[in-house]
């Protein structure tokens, strides 16, 4: 469908509120986007396909097509971002906090950068080979604890201990 090829979505909710009152509170926010933006190819070809036009005479030319026709674009970007909180109010001056943050990002063509995550550069090369494009992904984990315990109105100390995981590639399929 020609109305698939350019469409861009982008689609976020946010959750907060108690959950215990006065004592323990949530905060959520997501976004998923799915752009496909403008550049699109036809996939005649499969990566695995053989063509073969050493020859000199036209009629002992070989091309192996075994790609389905579809159009598909060449330049996209899927990103789902997810950040999640939990606050316990231990009492007035301490309290904890658990925070999660997922950015798992995925795109092909040309990006120069989305969030800081560079992307693949399109080759119009690839236009009737499309899945023969190695696509980026990149994915992000982030856990962090945090104490917060305050003395008085100008003294305060935090303990932070965090946990990252980073996951980039790039490949074909």
């Known amino acids: 469908k020609s109305s698939e090829l350019n469409r861009n979505q982008d689609y976020r909710i946010q959750l907060e509120g108690p959950l215990l009152k006065n004592k323990l509170t949530f905060f959520t926010n997501f976004r998923f986007q799915d752009n496909k933006n403008y550049l699109n190819g036809i996939h005649r070809f499969n990566p695995g396909d053989y063509s073969d036009y050493t020859r000199s005479d036209s009629s002992s030319w070989y091309s192996e097509k075994t790609g389905d026709g579809e159009y598909v674009p060449l330049a996209f970007d899927k990103q789902i971002s997810f950040l999640g909180k939990l606050t316990y109010k231990v009492s007035g001056d301490l309290r904890f906090s658990l925070n999660y943050i997922l950015n798992d990002f995925e795109s092909a063509g040309y990006r120069t950068s989305v969030n800081g995550n ?46 990252t995981q980073n996951d980039n590639s790039s490949y074909v399929f």
Request: glycine share 4%.
């Open 118 to 163: 560079p992307g693949a550069r399109y080759s119009h090369a690839y236009k009737y080979n499309p899945y023969g494009m190695a696509n980026t992904f990149n994915k992000t984990h982030l856990l962090n604890f945090l104490t917060n315990h305050t003395i008085s109105r100008n003294i305060f100390h935090e303990m932070k201990l965090s946990y």
